[in-house]
């Protein structure tokens, strides 16, 4: 991994992750294609998906070296982590067939649309709405704090599909081609000047029929197996660059002899 930071991804070193998002976005989409190249992605995919299969044991090892050479931050962290197990364990054949190459390849990225100004924590508050026209679903609703939809191909939207349904029933799962008329990215400006995060607005924004994972109405299901795989290892890198983060400010701190300072120790 060190080898291959270096050259045109030497800047990508320990970038990109949680509250630097929005850095080296392009240059990290690269990255992407350069790990697919020696089957760096998915490796905890099964191997008729185009993963390498490892148990979890080596996924936790490749994470840990991941971390310690200064990977960045995975641009392809929503599809390999959420999107990809998901359709593995609830998509049609034609679905993986379609989505899962590009993923593991680096050349297609995902966003989530999950949470509405009114459904966050509550996620059954799901406004968003979809209906059949012919051989297309037709979305129209809101989501919001999407992250990195303005670089994002496709985005999984949970919406509410059966008529007067409330709750948990009637909602279904689809992928949306992002790169269409009828949907509006609205970045989410934040205090630094950064903005990952997003609203984003579907008015009549399509979708193939076939492009729903699981039976339409059961999207629920579907989506609390994506929340599952977030639970995962998904983060795993993550957590441990916090970790080499505070060792290093920790030792900093002991270097410059400001660990005595009892405002400094109760920060750290």
């Not at 999107?83 to 966003?111: A, D, K, M, Y």
């Not at 609390?224 to 977030?230: C, D, R, S, V, Y």
């Amino acid at each position: 991994m060190q080898n291959h930071l270096c050259g045109e991804f030497e800047l990508l070193r320990h970038r990109g992750g949680p509250g630097d998002e929005h850095a080296f976005v392009q240059e990290r989409m690269s990255w992407e294609r350069e790990l697919a190249t020696g089957g760096w992605t998915g490796v905890g995919w099964p191997s008729e998906h185009g993963g390498r299969g490892l148990p979890i044991n080596l996924e936790v090892a490749f994470h840990e070296e991941y971390s310690a050479a200064g990977g960045p931050g995975r641009a392809g962290l929503i599809g390999e982590g959420l999107l990809g197990p998901t359709l593995i364990h609830f998509g049609t054949p034609e679905q993986q067939q379609r989505f899962l190459p590009g993923i593991i390849s680096g050349t297609e990225f995902w966003c989530q649309g999950y949470s509405e100004p009114n459904a966050g924590s509550d996620l059954a508050n799901v406004k968003t709405r979809a209906w059949k026209d012919g051989d297309d679903w037709v979305i129209e609703g809101q989501k919001v704090w999407t992250s990195l939809a303005q670089w994002s191909d496709w985005c999984f939207v949970v919406c509410r599909t059966e008529e007067g349904s409330q709750r948990h029933k009637g909602l279904s799962y689809l992928l949306v081609p992002m790169n269409q008329p009828g949907i509006e990215i609205r970045p989410i400006r934040q205090i630094t000047g950064t903005a990952e995060f997003n609203e984003v607005f579907f008015d009549g924004a399509r979708t193939s029929a076939d492009l729903c994972v699981g039976a339409p109405g059961e999207g629920w299901k579907v989506a609390m197996g994506t929340l599952a795989f977030e639970r995962g290892v998904l983060t795993l890198g993550q957590q441990m660059a916090f970790h080499r983060e505070l060792t290093e400010i920790t030792e900093t701190a002991k270097e410059l002899g400001m660990t005595s300072d009892p405002v400094i120790r109760q920060r750290l």
